[in-house]
């Protein structure tokens, strides 16, 4: 009987561990032509990861634009419009499929965001702030190098 448990609870973690894998690590992917890995999502999963992105670019504008006027406020507010507090809930769903480097890269991109609008705020040096951006969108541009999104039925169709 006690081989039985054991073997049960060994059973056990092998299936949360495999789970847990697949959570956090893996994610949903697959190589492309173009040698990126395509992340496999749901049509409103995709949406809801590319709007992100946008939101992203229209901050980093705002924020450019700020530099360049000198308007220290416009790049704290569009800095801010994209930190690491307006993260919006993702489903677990949509987590379990993203692997872990894109989720890092993610959560760096936000946290980013949140120093530039704070030292903006207190140093109010734009020149700062330009070099901070330039280091946050290498974030963007590794990403956009390594991953690429894509719905089941493209990949299925060949696209």
Sequence with gaps: MCRLCWASVVLLLL??????YKFIFSGEVTMTADGREAIVLAPAERDMVL?????FLVSVQAITEGIGNGDMAAVVEAARAVGASTQ???????VRKLPLEFKQMGFDTHSKFDQLALDAEQLGDAEYALGQLSE???????CHAMYRFE???????GQ
């Design 15 to 20: 299936v949360v561990a495999g789970m847990g």
């Design 51 to 55: 709007e992100e992105m946008r939101e």
């Design 88 to 94: 919006r809930a993702v489903p677990g769903s949509l």
């Design 136 to 142: 946050l969108l290498q974030n963007c541009t590794a």
């Design 151 to 157: 719905t089941a039925a493209a990949i299925q169709q």
